[in-house]
């Protein structure tokens, strides 16, 4: 069996094991066994990789496995990863793993809860294996359809509408992105729909790339909160439990600007050099809109997800620039804001689990009650406005600065433009941790609260050191991700 296949093997066996066992320490030590395991496979698979790159290895992709599923429309079970899917592997497998901690206490329903979010993580980690586009695709669905169950019925708030509008926009871009997944197949000959033969074959008349790509792309912005997609990410993120929200917003939203890169620009790099300005400009506006838009808000869960549409906004930005140091700070910014959002909505659910509010004008002092969640809440505060030495200030200052390697006008001011939601972000995050962490205390029920217990200190400890891990030894990482994205990044080169 293939390597890569553990990662799609050992969620199919933690179903198994949550369905079959009886008991909640039953259920706790399925998943602790299970996230555990795939954590080490996924810092494994690093070294591994790291290993094979300093032997040598050219090939584009590692660790190859294909297995013909149907092949009448040559579908393939075709896996393999490089740098940019290595980084995201450990990513999941680092939030999987401090979300198991984050729902430690979750009632009712423990055991349906957890076999859902299992799920979810199992098409999480076959996405970033997959290099076929049906598997792919195959994944991409299977990731997205336990959300609905997830957040209405463990949900809070507005659960239900919430649930239903994140499905319903989820979907609709699904069929854009079904059609053009359809389409890149059937442009480039309907031979194959492994990614890097398409890419190999570089057959796709320009005439159907120019339909194809903006679908494509279209289909996976919806994920990464493009605007003016973005509206179903506030509402899912407030409404969603604890470690669903880190889990969401920490890996779901990554898989649109993967899928972006990986497939869109990739196998589409005409009509990407031809039609970028226009997605160049939606990006823009979700980076300073959703910046502008967190300043504004009184709840927790929606300042922090407004952030999130700015921060992937980021993302895709940063792929549009099609230069290899814009690219790998797009992949080094997924990193970064799937780490300091998941500590940041871990934090918010330990929080609101003790004061039974998210109300920023009900909360304040709390460094006094509770001041290691405070000063953790500090800390993701300030990854989040880019301080030196933390994840956030290595992936913005890598996109500014591939951004304004573009010499052009229309690229420079648009980056010009996005470089004030560095501003707009201290603002509220400065405001923010002021209001609700120090001043005085008013309300006389929470003087009682309690700081975190040994669970939830345990999850936010293991997400600080990889924001502060990321932020001051990033050159790994970097060159890493640098190598592989020159390869997509050659073919985007007019």
């Known amino acids: 069996m293939n390597f890569l296949s553990l990662f799609v093997l050992i969620p199919l066996l933690m179903l198994g094991g949550l369905y079959l066992a009886k008991g909640i320490k039953a259920i706790r030590g399925v998943m602790v066994a299970g996230s555990t395991a795939l954590l080490i496979l996924s810092i494994v698979l690093t070294f591994l990789y790291l290993g ?22 040559h579908i393939s079970y075709s896996v393999g990863v490089d740098g940019i899917s290595v980084a995201m592997l450990l990513l999941s497998a680092v939030i999987v793993f401090t979300g198991t901690f984050a729902s430690w206490k979750l009632q009712p329903l423990t055991k349906e809860y957890f076999l859902w979010f299992t799920l979810l993580s199992m098409g999480v980690f076959g996405f970033f294996i997959s290099i076929d586009l049906f598997t792919m695709f195959m994944f991409y669905e299977i990731a997205l359809i336990p959300m609905y169950l997830l ?81 179903w990410s506030p509402d899912g993120h407030a409404s969603a439990p604890t470690a669903v ?79 290899q140091t814009a690219a790998t700070g797009a992949v080094l910014q997924m990193l970064s ?39 953790c809440y500090v800390i993701a505060g300030l990854a989040n406005l880019g301080l030196p030495g933390l994840s956030g200030f290595v992936a913005e200052m890598t996109i500014f600065v591939g951004s304004f390697q573009n010499f052009d006008v229309f690229h420079r001011t648009l980056t010009i433009i996005a470089c004030s939601s ?17 001043g005085t205390c008013t309300n006389k029920h929470h003087l009682t609260l309690t700081d975190a217990t040994w669970d939830e200190r345990f999850a936010v400890i293991c997400l600080i050191i990889c924001v502060a891990g990321l932020g001051m030894a990033p050159f790994w990482v970097s060159h890493m991700i640098g190598e592989s994205v020159l390869p997509v990044v050659s073919h985007l080169i007019p």
């Open 52 to 73: 094979e790159r300093q032997a040598g290895a050219t090939a584009e992709m590692l660790f190859r496995a294909d297995t013909v599923w149907y092949a009448p429309l």
């Open 151 to 231: 957040i209405g019925v463990w949900g809070s708030g507005r659960k239900e509408y919430a649930a239903m509008k994140l499905t319903l926009m989820l979907m609709g871009g699904s069929a854009f992105l079904l059609i053009g997944i359809l389409g890149i197949f059937f442009g480039a000959g309907g031979t194959t729909m492994n990614i890097l033969e398409i890419a190999r074959l570089h057959n796709i008349p320009f005439a159907q790339q120019c339909i194809w790509f903006p679908l494509t792309f279209l289909g996976f912005g919806v994920l990464g909160a493009l605007f003016p997609f973005h509206t």
């Open 245 to 323: 929200s880190m889990l969401h917003a920490g890996v779901l939203m990554k898989l649109g600007g993967y899928g972006c890169f990986r497939i869109a620009m990739y196998l589409m790099p005409e009509a990407a050099n031809e039609l970028d300005w226009i997605f160049l400009i939606l990006t823009g506006i979700s980076v300073v809109y959703g910046a502008f838009s967190a300043c504004v808000q009184t709840d927790l869960k929606y300042i922090n997800a407004y952030s999130s549409v700015s921060h992937c906004g980021l993302v895709l930005f940063a792929i549009l620039m099609m230069n």
């Open 337 to 375: 804001h799937g780490l300091m959002t998941a500590l940041f909505f871990a934090l918010i659910g330990m929080i609101y689990g003790r004061t039974h509010t998210r109300d920023v004008r009900e909360l304040s002092g709390l460094m006094k009650v509770m001041p290691f969640l405070s000063v």
């Open 422 to 438: 560095i501003v707009i972000t201290a603002v509220y995050i400065l405001r923010l941790v002021g209001k609700i962490l120090y």
